[in-house]
């Protein structure tokens, strides 16, 4: 996928990378990100799919429950991840099995500011037999990406 060269906006992939069918969903969600293809994303989804991102309360989701649906998931992408400017992931482990796979991941955000964060995350993103994406989990701690916080 790529040459181990970061842009200011796309993907890294250095894990493993055998055919699977949630490995190439998890490539194709990161890319559409990377693009800034919101209907591309979203046509990955199964109608009732679901995402944490984080798993667990968070201020992006105090509640802990997620988006769930097309809608919901639709204002995820306008409330967080339209709003960066620039995203990079840099994708260094990839463990694919069942209906799922888990990738260890570091994004790179840059916000509408200028300013940058840092997330270390897995990311476990699971797929229907039709291969949509029925689920994303993002698991990382808030606290420690803001820690990451620089100005531009």
């Known amino acids: ?10 993907y890294t992939w250095e894990a493993p990378d055998a055919p699977h069918p949630a490995r190439t969903a998890a490539k194709n969600s990161q890319s559409r990100v990377a693009a800034q293809d919101k209907e591309g994303w979203l046509a990955l989804f199964a109608d009732d799919a679901h995402i944490e991102d984080p798993v667990g309360p968070s201020f992006l ?11 919901a998931i639709s204002a995820f992408w306008d409330g967080y991840v339209g709003l960066m400017k620039g995203f990079h992931a840099r ?3 990839s463990f694919a099995n ?21 997330v270390d995350c897995v990311i476990v993103y699971t797929v ?10 993002a698991h990382w701690e808030p606290d420690r990406a803001l820690a990451t916080l620089k100005a531009p």
């Open 61 to 71: 989701d105090p509640d802990g429950k997620g988006h769930k649906g097309r809608e």
């Open 98 to 118: 069942g209906p799922s796979c888990a990738n260890v991941t570091q994004l790179t955000t840059t916000l509408g500011d200028g300013s940058q964060m840092t």
């Open 1 to 10: 996928m790529s040459d181990g060269t970061p842009t200011p906006s796309g």
């Open 91 to 93: 994708t260094t482990e």
């Open 128 to 137: 229907d037999d039709a291969g949509l994406l029925t689920s994303i989990r």
